[in-house]
């Protein structure tokens, strides 16, 4: 059996070095289909590295990806057709208006002309960017680039959406329509996996989740499964090894 075969995305034994530094040492991780998935961890765990392994972005030192059972980095078209991804501190030909970039992703994908027309206007609609008009999108504010970048992951239909840190530097009104449409995505039969550090947005989302610290899955599982009776936050300090300020700490304060 292809590993895989039964996941949105499997990770095994993914590994990536930086000179004297491994920021990924061996993971293995599997999202279940349909799932709406919290990849968690403080900075500098590897999430990022992790995600962009995942996605055909970095290429690991060891280790495969393989996305509803096509391989990452020996299928990449196949699996890449399956993929949407929105990269963290993403680089877009950000000197096209919104239904420029859409078009010119929704072609560079092979899409016909007339559905990537009708798509993007109805994204720019939902996501409240219609209104930019010609407005470059290196004049967008922080949020209203999210929501582009979730525009050109969305474009093609994709089954998995790989998210980095999405709610990063987005204000609360543009955040909100954010969750709305990917809880909409993954009712409809998708799934996603996104990064996060913002326990309140984890706890609101997702029904499976996974706490990485050094490289590592340190605990995995439902949601309920890994928080159990206790606040997220609070096991997500214990599991990554954190520690809180002491009486006698700071006493000059």
């Not at 895989?4 to 061996?26: N, P, Q, Y």
């Amino acid at each position: 059996m292809t590993d895989g075969e039964h996941a949105a995305l499997s990770l095994r034994g993914l590994v990536k070095r930086f000179d004297d530094k491994t920021a990924v040492a061996g993971l293995d991780l599997d999202v279940p289909p349909g799932s709406f998935f919290g990849l968690l961890g403080p900075n500098g765990a590897g999430k990022t590295t992790t995600l962009s392994m995942a996605v055909g972005l970095l290429r690991p030192d060891a280790g495969g990806a393989w996305v509803l059972g096509r391989d990452v980095w020996h299928d990449p078209v196949e699996a890449k057709r399956l993929l949407g991804v929105l990269p963290d501190g993403v680089r877009m030909f950000d000197r096209l208006n919104g239904a420029e970039l859409l078009a010119y992703t929704g072609l560079l994908r092979g899409m016909e002309r007339d559905v990537v027309e009708r798509r993007a206007a109805e994204l720019l609609d939902v996501l409240a960017l219609a209104d930019a008009g010609r407005t470059l999108v290196i004049d967008y504010s922080a949020g209203m680039k999210k929501k582009i970048g979730l525009a050109c992951a969305l474009l093609h239909a994709p089954r998995l959406l790989v998210l980095d840190e999405p709610f990063e530097a987005v204000d609360p009104v543009s955040g909100a329509l954010i969750r709305d449409i990917l809880q909409r995505y993954v009712t409809g039969g998708g799934t996603v996996i996104f990064s996060s550090h913002v326990m309140e947005v984890v706890e609101r989302l997702c029904s499976h989740i996974a706490i990485m610290a050094e490289g590592v899955i340190r605990s995995v599982g439902t949601l309920e499964q890994v928080r159990g009776e206790r606040p997220l936050e609070e096991v997500f300090v214990e599991v990554v090894g954190g520690r809180t300020a002491t009486g006698q700490e700071l006493s000059w304060l």
